[in-house]
């Protein structure tokens, strides 16, 4: 099976600017997260995906925003971007998701620097 | 809320020697426990996790941790570092549907 893979694999913005990033999970897989890392913060939750429904979300503000279509893939939003911004963006996906013991499988990541 | 700490965000080994990295956890439930490794530009990889039933948990490429309730740990040991096991180290726990809260990282140097 193919694994996680996102795109773009690096994208340079300026500020003010908005992105948008794309995840496409393990095939079968229903259940889409995604991590912001920085060097200051480490890894953050940003969000997760099921059955193209928001079910957790983290303490980030409404500029960041994702969606997941009928097929599992999955694309996150950000505008109006800040120099802080910057960082790894990493997408995960696991099976059903119906229980927290699931483990979750990550891509490589979207290296997001924002000038 | 639940957290994770992990001690020493640098580890330094000789090859052979034993690999110990440390983490703690504060969990108000059950917990769920995981172990990722990270190689340079690349994601998360899964190395091992603690659901339920045995405290002693086996992963990929010779690492094992255990659960110790008692001491709300969850240590990762390998008996003999290898060059390619040079990576940085995530601990984490698990929250609510899909949500990972994570520490914040061990690297591990592994010298000749």
């Known amino acids: 099976k193919a694994g996680v893979t996102q795109t773009p694999r690096y994208l340079i913005k300026t500020r003010g600017q908005q992105v948008t990033l794309s995840c496409s999970p393990i095939s079968g897989h229903r259940s889409v997260s995604w991590y912001q890392q920085t060097p200051g913060q480490g890894l953050q939750f940003l969000f997760e995906?099921?059955?193209?429904?928001?079910?957790n979300k983290g303490n980030f503000p409404g500029r960041f925003s994702g969606r997941q279509f009928s097929n599992s893939r999955s694309e996150m939003n950000v505008s109006t971007l800040e120099l802080g911004d910057s960082a790894l963006y990493l997408c995960a996906s696991s099976e059903s998701g119906t229980g927290p013991g699931q483990p979750q499988h990550f891509g490589d990541g979207t290296r997001l620097s924002i000038l | 809320a639940q957290s994770v700490t992990q001690l020493g965000s640098h580890v330094s080994v000789s090859e052979g020697a034993l690999v110990l990295l440390r983490c703690n956890y504060s969990s108000s439930v059950p917990p769920y426990l995981f172990w990722y490794v990270q190689y340079p530009n690349q994601g998360l990889q899964l190395l091992l996790k603690y659901t339920t039933g045995a405290t002693l948990v086996k992963g990929i490429n010779g690492f094992e941790a255990e659960f110790k309730k008692s001491e709300t740990s969850f240590h990762l040991t390998k008996p003999s570092a290898h060059m390619s096991d040079a990576a940085e180290y995530f601990c984490?726990?698990?929250?609510?549907?899909?949500?990972?809260?994570f520490g914040t990282g061990t690297r591990l140097l592994v010298s000749p």
């Open positions: 984490a726990v698990s929250e609510g549907f899909q949500k990972l809260v």
């Open positions: 995906y099921f059955s193209e429904t928001q079910r």
